[in-house]
């Protein structure tokens, strides 16, 4: 697993009482790749009205997501978990008989009576806003697979019919794995917080081996496709630098080979296409550069595909603006070709 941790915002509006914030996903080891946010422990009728308002507010947001509109392998769609799961009307009118009981409870200064209808209150949120949390994320992630299927549609299609290949039985076993386990979890949400924890841990799990797994095949299925359309004479993706090339470098690599100059060149995440690190596209791509005695790439084409034209693209600007310390022959700098990877990860290895 990657390590260290990454956090991303999604921007999601209103989470259970913390109306106003952005919600936050931490991925740490194999866990927490689920937003879970936390609810305050309500104290007053009062309290109560702001977080049953901003967990209503929260249905609205989520109902507004962008998911992908397909049935997942559960046959289900977003729309559906979103129904049955999260503020559906026996939750409703639960609330709101605990709010008319809080309020009676308060105006008659019964405390002991307040305090558990208030601490039941609490719990009731507090399942609410963990089946929130899986709604949002099991169904994030299905949009990303949405993606990242389709990504291999595209290679298969780009392969002579002899070589086309079904994906690995991996990741259909995994995907449905992933939609027992979601149901699990929804199931299991008012559940001990240990059998929560037992079930968003197996999600994450499966998520994060789905992604690695759609990863891996794409960059293999990529590879296999460069080896094609080389054989087939299909003119790689390339670019040609069009600008003045900038100031010359002042040392040569000192070998027959360049080499990257870092201390004048941005990293390649500068130029990660948001759409594919929001959806957990990772790869590398093989590119050939031409690099001029001045260190300057004059132009670069891909020798191997990450099997996503977005990153490949990405990968070809990154090394035209790449600067090299030229080749070096008989104490000269020299123009010479010069093959290298270029990486595009989330998270650092």
Known sequence: MRAGAIVRLLACGCVAGLCGLPAQRVQASESQWYLQPEVPHVETADQLDAVVEAMRRSAWDLAGQEFTGQPDVR????????????????????????????????????????????????????????????????????TEFTLHQRLLLDLQQRLPQESRRAPPPDIASDLADLGAQMSKALSAAASAPADQSAELEKLSETTAALLRRFNDE???????????????????????????????????????KPSLDPATTVPPDVFYPPEMRGNDVEGAVVVEARISLA???????????????????????????????????????VEAPMQFRVRFRLIAD
């Open 75 to 142: 046959q289900r769609t977003f729309r559906q978990d979103l129904d049955e799961w999260y503020v559906n009307p026996d939750t409703v009118k639960r609330i709101d008989e605990l709010r008319a009981s809080a309020r009676a409870q308060g105006a008659a200064h019964k405390d002991r009576a307040l305090r558990k209808t208030l601490d039941a209150a609490t719990a009731l949120v507090s399942v609410e806003a963990h089946r929130y949390g899986l709604i949002l994320g099991y169904w994030h992630y299905q």
């Open 218 to 256: 794409r960059s293999r299925q990529g590879a296999a496709v460069s080896v094609s359309e080389h054989a087939r004479g299909t003119v790689p993706a390339s670019l040609q630098r069009s600008e003045v090339c900038p100031p010359p470098a002042t040392r040569t690599s000192g070998h027959a």
């Open 295 to 333: 260190g300057c790439v004059t132009n670069v084409q891909v020798n191997v595909s990450s099997g996503a034209p977005a990153l490949d693209e990405a990968a070809l600007h990154w090394a035209l603006q790449a600067r090299f310390l030229p080749a070096e022959r008989d104490a000269h700098a």
